[in-house]
């Protein structure tokens, strides 16, 4: 790795974190990988094996501009904590936090669009979620959607880690409302000058949708199949097969869905349940969360 990594990009999951992404990757100065996800600092046999799993990502990477990647599931596994501060004490993080009630629900259903979720209704997933908690990586990174909405629990580990200055809290409605001041802000924050020809890209990023072949996207998202790949390939060859095969197939096997409102009831007991979580997240980082409920 010819530099380490300036800043990293760690979630929440549907929060907003594929559009920051996107305006990140077209900012002036700013270099992160056209794969978002990356899993170095997640799976512990990747970062224990080197920087070289890592190092592919940035092979075309200016020396000059400054380095990031994305995983959303960093936030949420603890562990996760130690090895990127091991790895750069001084490395900047990013949390894009988004009203945990919305969050959970729109998570429900990527998980029906992946194949991974096969509870009929998001009440019923809710009801088995202790159960989850204890399962595979699969069921704990992607069908515990209460825990994953505990972010002050969460973020406390990387403010001890790295400081309040070294991580920033973007909530997903800023995304939405004032993308220039943010990005002018961050940009600041990383240490780069305004880039006044940067522009909200048009369209939609990561829209929601469903498989046109449902077995095919749940093979494909298998933990089971992808330890088997790690099994026998390396982290070079993974890599190429993530970019040149698995992303473009899961792309033409989705076709786009909207999902139904969630119940009332369902939505007023989620509240109630995250009143307290949000009421720390407050006083961690000093936020209004004025929109959420």
Excluded at 115 to 128: H, I, M, N, S
């Amino acid at each position: 790795m010819r530099k380490p990594l300036d800043f990293l990009l760690i979630g929440a999951q549907k929060a907003g974190t594929t559009t920051l992404h996107g305006y990140l990757a077209r900012y002036h100065g700013v270099f992160v990988p056209a794969i978002k996800e990356n899993d170095y600092f997640l799976r512990e046999e990747l970062y224990r094996g080197g920087e070289s799993y890592l190092a592919r990502f940035f092979d075309e990477a200016p020396l000059d501009a400054v380095w990031g990647a994305a995983q959303v599931q960093l936030m949420y596994f603890p562990e996760c904590v130690a090895r990127i501060r091991e790895y750069n004490p001084r490395i900047k993080v990013i949390a894009v936090l988004r009203d945990p009630v919305r969050r959970a629900y729109s998570a429900y259903w990527f998980a029906r669009q992946r194949g991974t979720e096969t509870c009929a209704t998001f009440e019923e997933a809710l009801a088995r979620e202790a159960d989850r908690a204890k399962g595979t990586f699969q069921e704990r990174a992607e069908l515990t959607y209460l825990a994953h909405g505990h972010y002050a629990d969460q973020l406390r580990a990387y403010y001890a880690a790295f400081g309040a200055d070294g991580v920033r809290v973007v909530l997903t409605e800023e995304l939405g409302r004032e993308p220039v001041r943010l990005m002018r802000d961050l940009a600041g924050w990383l240490g780069l000058r305004a880039d006044p020809a940067w522009q909200v890209p048009r369209g939609r990023m990561n829209e929601s949708g469903m498989p046109r072949i449902r077995w095919l996207t749940r093979f494909l998202v298998s933990e089971r199949v992808k330890v088997r790949v790690r099994a026998v390939t390396g982290a070079g060859l993974r890599l190429w097969v993530r970019r040149r095969l698995l992303l473009p197939l899961l792309a033409r096997n989705t076709v786009p869905f909207r999902y139904p409102p969630m119940l009332a009831e369902t939505e007023r007991r989620l509240a109630g349940y995250y009143a307290g979580h949000n009421a720390a997240l407050r006083q961690l980082t000093g936020r209004d969360l004025p929109e959420w409920l």
